[in-house]
């Protein structure tokens, strides 16, 4: 569906993306991260063919982007819809006819139009809302709009550029819900470019960590999450602080351990006492997954290694 080998991209001298390569399959969520300038609007934009690229390959829809032009290129677009943070509404139009605009200009007829928006307004939980005005809506109706008018054209693949930033916690969820439909009943693939981890775990199947243009990781979301190496720690800002006396043993807790009473066990089983100095579990995709520092003396060291080796659980000593 989108295949990027060896992708450079500079504006002027300086260089914003860096050897991009990833592939994302059809159906995906995913995730495009980065702090502010990593390059990640930029690679959007170079995905629909809003922004050209220097060396390398990108191929979407089995198209090289970057041959594309004029009613091809328009071709093209057509079957990517895009959404925004700030929404991007016509103030002075409804929510009708701002959902009913790309199929005005497409030369839709009147009753295609008519069937289309009120398909989509009902799927995006607006229908009461047609006759309404921009200003009259809260951030998620308004983004909700959004969503609807980006659907109008029947996309394969919907981009998403920073959509949930300027909403709260509970609309954000409400919005990503809104996504992860369209995602299993259209069968749309979401690329979304994103600096909130929150919404990577919450939403994304598959992500790509950007910094300053280069890719510093990328993986399933669980496994991002679940062994961060040392630069997605950084990323994070995520360094554990642990004692410096004794031996201190990360333990990884994956999907399906992450309820099961290993740490207690563990103590009972080898009548052992030790210190729990770092942890935490999340919910990412659904499924639990999380980590924890166990701090032991060093004499308990090769006991402990071997009991979760035994029971095939993945650790490491911190250095
Ligand atoms: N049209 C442009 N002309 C020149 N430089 C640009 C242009 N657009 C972006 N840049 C620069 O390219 C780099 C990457 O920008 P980009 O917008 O892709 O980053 P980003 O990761 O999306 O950041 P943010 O989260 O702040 O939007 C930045 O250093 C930015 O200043």
């Known amino acids: 569906?989108?295949?990027?080998?060896?992708?450079?991209?500079?504006?002027?001298?300086?260089?914003?993306?860096?050897?991009?390569?990833?592939?994302?399959?059809?159906?995906?969520?995913?995730?495009?991260?980065?702090?502010?300038?990593?390059?990640?609007?930029?690679?959007?934009?170079?995905?629909?063919?809003?922004?050209?690229?220097?060396?390398?390959?990108?191929?979407?829809?089995?198209?090289?982007?970057?041959?594309?032009?004029?009613?091809?290129?328009?071709?093209?677009?057509?079957?990517?819809?895009?959404?925004?943070?700030?929404?991007?509404?016509?103030?002075?139009?409804t929510v009708y006819e701002n959902v009913s605009l790309p199929m005005e200009v497409w030369g839709y007829k009147e009753n295609e139009i008519k069937k289309k928006v009120d398909d989509l307004l009902h799927l995006v939980g607006l229908s009461n809302k047609a006759k309404s005005y921009?200003?009259?809506?809260?951030?998620?109706?308004?983004?909700?709009?959004?969503?609807?008018?980006?659907?109008?054209?029947?996309?394969?693949?919907?981009?998403?550029?920073?959509?949930?930033?300027?909403?709260?916690?509970?609309?954000?969820?409400?919005?990503?819900?809104?996504?992860?439909?369209?995602?299993?009943?259209?069968?749309?693939?979401?690329?979304?470019?994103t600096h909130e981890m929150e919404v990577v775990k919450q939403i994304a199947q598959k992500a790509l960590l950007l910094e300053y243009g280069n890719i510093i990781g990328l993986d399933v979301t669980e496994d991002l999450f679940l062994q961060p190496d040392t630069k997605m720690k950084r990323f994070l800002g995520e360094d554990e602080v642990v004692p410096q006396e004794g031996v201190n043993i990360k333990i990884y807790f994956p999907k399906d351990n992450a309820h099961q009473s290993l740490i207690t066990s563990m103590a009972r089983e080898l009548n052992m006492d030790f210190n729990i100095v770092w942890g935490k579990l999340e919910e990412i995709n659904t499924h639990i997954i999380g980590n924890m520092v166990i701090n032991i003396q060093n004499e308990q060291k090769d006991t402990v290694c071997k009991y979760l080796e035994n029971k095939q659980i993945t650790w490491e000593i911190l250095k």
């Open 134 to 193: 921009p200003k009259e809506l809260s951030g998620g109706q308004k983004q909700r709009v959004a969503i609807a008018r980006a659907l109008t054209l029947d996309p394969d693949i919907l981009l998403s550029d920073e959509a949930t930033s300027a909403l709260d916690p509970n609309t954000t969820t409400s919005i990503l819900n809104l996504l992860k439909k369209i995602n299993t009943e259209l069968n749309i693939t979401i690329i979304l470019v």
């Open 1 to 93: 569906m989108v295949e990027i080998k060896n992708l450079n991209k500079y504006y002027g001298q300086m260089k914003v993306l860096n050897d991009i390569n990833l592939t994302i399959e059809k159906g995906d969520i995913f995730a495009i991260v980065g702090h502010s300038g990593a390059g990640k609007s930029t690679l959007l934009r170079c995905i629909n063919g809003l922004e050209g690229y220097h060396d390398g390959s990108l191929i979407v829809n089995n198209k090289e982007v970057k041959t594309l032009k004029g009613s091809v290129l328009n071709e093209f677009r057509k079957k990517i819809g895009m959404i925004f943070q700030h929404f991007s509404l016509l103030q002075r139009k």
